[in-house]
């Protein structure tokens, strides 16, 4: 590194993946990391999280706001203050550029900026280092992706063995089986394993199958596909799961059969493709390739389609590990595949006159193909 360049991330650990993979330290307010021109790292964090900072947070140095207060003085608001003493830790250590990533709060571009110190966008900085998974970090993928499988087949079986009444609405404990019913039970599944549903969990039927990911709503129904897609976190390692099955409870339609039949087989490409030095664009073809040949349609429908319409509308899947979205994505565009990265691959199709169907799996990369952390099977009975 330069001897006047520092790089320099900043936010919340609790919120901002990037800044916590850094410095491993997880905390609810902001916090402001440096490595300086001379190789050593620094991280400023509120002034009652030092001790914990000292013993956990991965720095050279911890110090707090008032440890680098500027000429002027500090400011009255908590965050802006933080700011401002980072500006100056890097004037100190006579920094002329920072090197940033895509998660840097404005407020500290700001005050970076203010003090005439250059910001550099680097589009790989905090992406690359996350792609490529330790081997602990694969260890934690498998254990988030084994608490979410648990929490599906809890939540298949249930719809699957629901009793229906006379209208073929499914009943559960004397009332009406919704989908938020179900994704209720889900994230107290995902609690009772230390893991949390940040985000909800899908649990939809027709008609909102349609839109590939509306969380549901309203009671399910015996014979109709039901997709459940649940993407807990890990509350201690942070590290997410992933998995989609759908689940019929009763007999499918002709046509639901053909679809999963079609999903499965993409699927199963899909996982297959994944390999070291071919590209998440590729990936996505071969999936691309499956779906058409099956007679089903991809991308969005045109704004006159009728509801027969069946297609999948979304790319083949996407990285994950401390977010549940990580670059790169198995889509249009999807750049060269890497050994340790892991990813979801997620085919589906949906109607809003047949319901939907969608199978996604967790898959590692390895250096003579793939790896899958999931073991539940994938059909549409689960009684």
């Given at each position: 590194?330069s001897n006047?360049?520092?790089?320099v ?15 491993q ?20 964090v ?15 140095k ?41 998660t ?39 254990e988030a ?14 719809i ?7 209208d ?10 919704t ?9 107290r ?19 909102h ?19 459940v ?14 998995c ?25 490409v ?10 998440g ?7 691309t ?35 549940i979205h990580?670059?790169?994505l ?5 750049e ?18 047949y ?5 996604e ?23």
């Amino acid at each position: 590194m330069s001897n006047s360049i520092a790089k320099v991330l900043a936010g919340v650990p609790a919120v901002n993946m990037t800044l916590f993979h850094r410095i491993q330290f997880s905390v609810g307010d902001s916090a402001f990391f440096a490595q300086l021109p001379n190789g050593k790292t620094t991280l400023l964090v509120r002034d009652i999280e030092m001790d914990r900072a000292k013993r956990l947070a991965k720095a050279d140095k911890i110090g707090c706001a008032s440890d680098f207060t500027p000429e002027k003085g500090l400011d009255g608001d908590r965050d802006t203050a933080l700011a401002q003493a980072g500006a100056e830790c890097l004037r100190q250590a006579g920094v002329k550029e920072a090197q940033v990533d895509r998660t840097l709060p404005f407020l500290f571009a700001n005050e970076i900026q203010k003090i005439g110190i250059r910001l550099q966008y680097d589009s790989s900085f905090g992406v690359l280092e996350r792609r490529i998974k330790s081997e602990k970090e694969l260890q934690h993928l498998r254990e988030a992706q084994k608490v979410t499988e648990d929490a599906m087949q809890m939540a298949c079986s249930l719809i699957a063995k629901a009793p229906a009444n006379s209208d073929g609405i499914l009943q559960h404990e004397g009332i009406a089986l919704t989908s938020e019913r179900v994704r209720q039970l889900i994230s107290r599944f995902v609690l009772d394993h230390d893991c949390t549903t940040l985000h909800d969990s899908i649990v939809v039927t027709i008609p909102h199958v349609a839109d590939c990911h509306h969380f549901g709503t309203g009671p399910l129904q015996k014979n109709f596909p039901v997709i459940v897609d649940i993407f807990p976190t890990h509350n201690h390692t942070h590290y997410c799961g992933d998995c989609t099955r759908t689940v019929v409870n009763g007999d499918p339609s002709d046509q639901v059969r053909d679809m999963h039949a079609c999903v499965l087989q993409a699927h199963r490409v899909g996982c297959e493709a994944l390999r070291p030095e071919t590209t998440g664009q590729a990936v996505h073809e071969a999936v691309t390739e499956v779906i058409r040949s099956g007679g089903y349609h991809m991308g969005q429908p045109p704004d006159d389609t009728n509801e027969d319409y069946i297609g999948m509308r979304h790319g083949t899947g996407h990285g994950i590990g401390l977010d549940i979205h990580e670059p790169i994505l198995l889509a249009k565009g999807g750049e060269k595949i890497m050994v340790n990265e892991v990813f979801t691959v997620e085919p589906g199709l949906y109607s809003a006159k047949y319901g939907g169907v969608r199978v996604e799996d967790m898959v590692a990369v390895t250096t003579t193909g793939h790896v899958n952390f999931n073991t539940l099977q994938s059909g549409l009975d689960w009684k």
